[in-house]
Structure formats: structure tokens, C-alpha cells
């Protein structure tokens, strides 16, 4: 049997909201040089910026979610959770679940793998497993969301921004110019 301490609920949001602040010191190497390359509201950082801001902000909401729930709560300060409970069926109910464990390690990967095989083919690999995880099974489904998504991302940071992102290196990097130049974006 597991026990659960109100304040031990507040440590995962907590993380998130850390590791969020520290990594937004490490977006760019010289934020001066971003500041350069920005044409109008977007540059080299606004994406990730907006992502990590994004963790902080639902980060506070899963806090916030945490505190009405431990003032609603009729039983003890102790939560009993269940140990016959399957995997999968309430993600909800455990802050470490394995859910939330996949999905920080599908951003880190996505992270890691962008300079290495470029965005587009990083963004599809992304948004498909990341389907996958969410539980969607309709391979038409999973491959449209991957597609429309990438293209939709790639004419907004690279066409529209004028982003200059990782096209990958070697072979990667020649294919992303060939997809670029063939979606009418160089």
C-alpha cells in the first residue's frame, strides 16, 4: 500500500515549474545575437520560450488543481491509492505516473534530436508518437495529425517567421532543403 502526503503532491508541478526556469536560460547561447536575427515578434527563441511558459503557467494550474482538491477532500490528510489499480486507467491519480514520465522523456528526446535530423523530421517523429501516447490508434489519423501539424509548423516558424531552424546534419540536413524548397518555403 502507498500513501501519498498532501505535500507530496505539490513536488511534480513544482519540478516543472523549476526545471521550465532554468531551461529558459539556456534556449539560446547568446540572446543578443537572437535579439539581432528577430524580425517583428518572432525569433530563434519565441517558440521554446513559449513552450517552457507555457509548462510554468500549467504547472500553477495543476497547483492550484491540487489545492482544491485537498480542501474539498472529506478524508484524511493521507491518500490511500489503490494497488490493484491497472496502469493506464486513471493517469490522474498518481502525480508520477508513467504517462507523465513518457511524455517529459518524448520532449526531452525531441530536444536532443532537432540539431541532429532537423526540425521537420523531428517535429513528425514528435507529434506522432506523441499521438500514439495519447492514445489515438487510427494510423490515418495519427499520419494527417503528424503532417498537417509539421507543415502547418514549418510555414509558420520558416516561412512566416523567417526562423532560422535546425535542418538537421548530413543527409538530414539536404533533405530538409529539398522539403523546403519543394513546399515553396526557400
Not at 14 to 24: K, T
Not at 92 to 104: D, H, Q
Not at 128 to 149: A, Y
Not at 169 to 186: D, H, K, N, P, T
Request: charged residues 10%; contains cysteine; aromatic residues 12%.
Amino acid at each position: 500500500m502507498k500513501l501519498i502526503s498532501n505535500w507530496q503532491r505539490f513536488i511534480a508541478p513544482l519540478v516543472f515549474v523549476g526545471v521550465a526556469l532554468v531551461l529558459m536560460s539556456h534556449v539560446v547561447e547568446s540572446p543578443e545575437r537572437a535579439a539581432q536575427v528577430t524580425r517583428g515578434i518572432a525569433g530563434p527563441s519565441t517558440w521554446p520560450d513559449m513552450m517552457l511558459w507555457s509548462i510554468v503557467f500549467f504547472s500553477f494550474v495543476w497547483v492550484v488543481q491540487v489545492v482544491f482538491v485537498i480542501l474539498r477532500s472529506t478524508t484524511s490528510s493521507i491518500e490511500t491509492i489503490n494497488p490493484t489499480q491497472e496502469p493506464f486507467s486513471d493517469a490522474s491519480s498518481t502525480p508520477f505516473s508513467l504517462l507523465i514520465g513518457l511524455g517529459v522523456i518524448y520532449i526531452l528526446l525531441y530536444g536532443y534530436l532537432l540539431p541532429i535530423i532537423g526540425f521537420a523530421t523531428a517535429t513528425l517523429i514528435y507529434l506522432i508518437s506523441w499521438c500514439i501516447l495519447g492514445g489515438v490508434r487510427k494510423p490515418l489519423l495519427v499520419g494527417l495529425i503528424g503532417l498537417i501539424g509539421t507543415t502547418v509548423l514549418l510555414y509558420l516558424f520558416v516561412k512566416l517567421a523567417s526562423m532560422p531552424l535546425d535542418r538537421g546534419q548530413a543527409v538530414m540536413g539536404e533533405f530538409s532543403i529539398a522539403l523546403y524548397r519543394l513546399m515553396g518555403i526557400y
